[in-house]
Nanobody, 121 residues
Framework: QVQLVESGGGLVQPGGSLRLSCAVSGSLSTVFNTGWYRQAPGKQREFVARVTNDDSTYYADSVKGRFTISRNNAKTTVYLQMNSLKLEDTGVYYC???????????????WGQGTQVTVSS
């Protein structure tokens, strides 16, 4: 099992920066990927960024060049550095982990409870 807890959300002006953190605990050795998703009011949850176990990173086109995903050495914390924030970046940001199931083969998606990011002037 994997547990995820997000923090660092808040109110920021357009063009500003914010750094989100995701505390990861549990069976870390089973994790393949860890990433961030977001959900704006009235919209579906969308992919933002992902980092794999071999440290490869992937980003949604809408955040490329502005956001950076990273982890600490122990892989117990996942960060999302958000720069040049825009109004459309507003939403609830969720940390997610794709991990191997304890029984047999297959994977399972774990989710945190989310942290609110509001970009407003």
């Amino acid at each position: 099992q994997v547990q995820l807890v997000e923090s660092g959300g808040g109110l920021v002006q357009p063009g500003g920066s914010l750094r989100l953190s995701c505390a990861v605990s549990g069976s870390l050795s089973t994790v393949f990927n860890t990433g961030w998703y977001r959900q704006a009011p009235g919209k579906q949850r969308e992919f933002v960024a992902r980092v794999t176990n071999d440290d490869s990173t992937y980003y949604a086109d809408s955040v490329k060049g502005r956001f950076t995903i990273s982890r600490n050495n122990a892989k117990t914390t996942v960060y999302l550095q958000m720069n040049s924030l825009k109004l459309e970046d507003t939403g609830v940001y969720y940390c997610s982990a794709l991990a191997r199931r304890a029984s047999g083969s297959g994977v399972f998606d774990y989710w945190g409870q989310g942290t609110q990011v509001t970009v407003s002037s």
